[in-house]
Nanobody
Framework: QLQFVESGGGLVQPGGSLKLSCAAS???????IAWFRQAPGKKHEGVSC????????YFADSVKGRFTISRDNTKNTVFLQMNSLKPEDTGVYYC?????????????????WGQGTQVTVSS
């Protein structure tokens, strides 16, 4: 089972940017990978998804136009570039294999969660 280590979070002012990284413990080139986030007191939300060869992506309506997702299969790493951050983007961000195709909408996680990376958007 793949394990993931997320990094790149931090405290940023509204309108700022962060780039998150998700490093996998093994080969990811056959998997769709997704980013999820969990705001305080809320359930995990699927934010973005990228197919195995990066041909298909998905973004939640709340982040569309502000976030981009990419992957480097040679380094078994997936990235989430977050621009124009808003306070409502605050939460712990996780990555995971998506059990559903990215083309089908909101991703569904497979496997267990890693430690995540905290993103706080506040002035």
């Amino acid at each position: 089972q793949l394990q993931f280590v997320e990094s790149g979070g931090g405290l940023v002012q509204p309108g700022g940017s962060l780039k998150l990284s998700c490093a996998a413990s093994g080969i990811i080139d056959v998997y769709s990978i997704a980013w999820f986030r969990q705001a305080p007191g809320k359930k995990h939300e699927g934010v973005s998804c990228i197919s195995s060869r990066a041909g298909t992506t998905y973004f939640a309506d709340s982040v569309k136009g502000r976030f981009t997702i990419s992957r480097d299969n040679t380094k078994n790493t997936v990235f989430l570039q977050m621009n124009s951050l808003k306070p409502e983007d605050t939460g712990v961000y996780y990555c995971a294999v998506s059990r559903s195709l990215c083309s089908r909408g909101a991703p569904e996680p497979a496997g267990s969660w890693g430690q995540g990376t905290q993103v706080t958007v506040s002035s």
